[in-house]
């Protein structure tokens, strides 16, 4: 069965520091992947997704990135978080025709 | 552009009590909807979904009935319990759209007390 990893689960940084959160998929190939970013009370805000290794489309201007450097491995960084970073962040993949699969998220608390 | 609004929260109501969450949704063509839902601390799971006018989705004693002529897909459950409690979203993608590409509502905070 597929699963999907993310990591960590919580994480507190200052401002200033990078950032690095990671995700994974077991269980299937050549998924897309995507990064949410969820504010409190909120909906979900699409960040980033991927159709493909070395694919990344960013749909918003932002203070992140995201690289796909393997098939099944997603990564949201910064080099250098803002106040404004601070929320709960999620991954997810699909394919086409199927249902959209969730991380536990990261919750990111920037000081 | 594609857009849903949800009756905001939170919502609270008694073990056994009937839920009713409002969604309506505005989108060119015909969208496929759905409902997530989200326990605390969690990701968002999918609930049910619909594909075109008059369908009915289902799960876990969940319903919502795709209303094109009114443009709505309300969740509906008809007696709620203590776990039911979460955050519920309402979402449309594009036919053609990959699920990942939806547009989500902001989400209904239901609290459901014994």
């Known amino acids: 069965s597929q699963t999907i990893h993310q990591w960590p689960a919580t994480l507190v940084q200052p401002v200033g520091s990078p950032l690095s959160l990671e995700c994974t998929v077991e269980g299937t190939s050549n998924p897309n992947l995507y990064w949410y970013r969820q504010a409190a009370g909120r909906g979900l805000q699409l960040l980033f997704y991927?159709?493909?290794?070395?694919?990344i489309s960013s749909e918003v201007p932002q203070n992140l990135s995201a690289s796909r450097p393997q098939d099944r491995q997603f990564i949201l960084s910064s080099k250098k978080l803002l106040l404004s970073d601070s929320g709960f962040y999620l991954c997810?993949?699909?394919?086409?025709?199927?249902?959209?699969?969730f991380g536990n998220g990261t919750r990111l608390t920037v000081t | 552009g594609d857009s849903v609004t949800q009756m905001e929260g939170p919502v609270t109501l008694s073990e056994e009590a009937f839920l009713t969450i409002n969604c309506t949704y505005t989108a060119t063509g015909y969208p496929s909807l759905f409902w997530y839902v989200q326990y605390p601390g969690e990701g968002l799971q999918l609930l049910l979904k619909?594909?075109?006018?008059?369908d009915k989705g289902s799960n876990k004693g969940f319903e919502a009935t795709y209303r094109k002529e009114t443009t709505s897909f309300h969740l509906e459950k008809g007696s709620v319990q203590v776990s039911d409690s979460a955050v519920y979203f309402c979402a449309l993608s594009d036919p053609g759209t990959n699920a990942g590409k939806s547009t989500f509502g902001d989400g209904t905070t239901l609290t459901v007390k014994p």
């Open positions: 619909a594909t075109k006018a008059d």
């Open positions: 997810a993949w699909d394919h086409r025709d199927s249902p959209l699969h």
């Open positions: 991927s159709v493909g290794i070395g694919q």
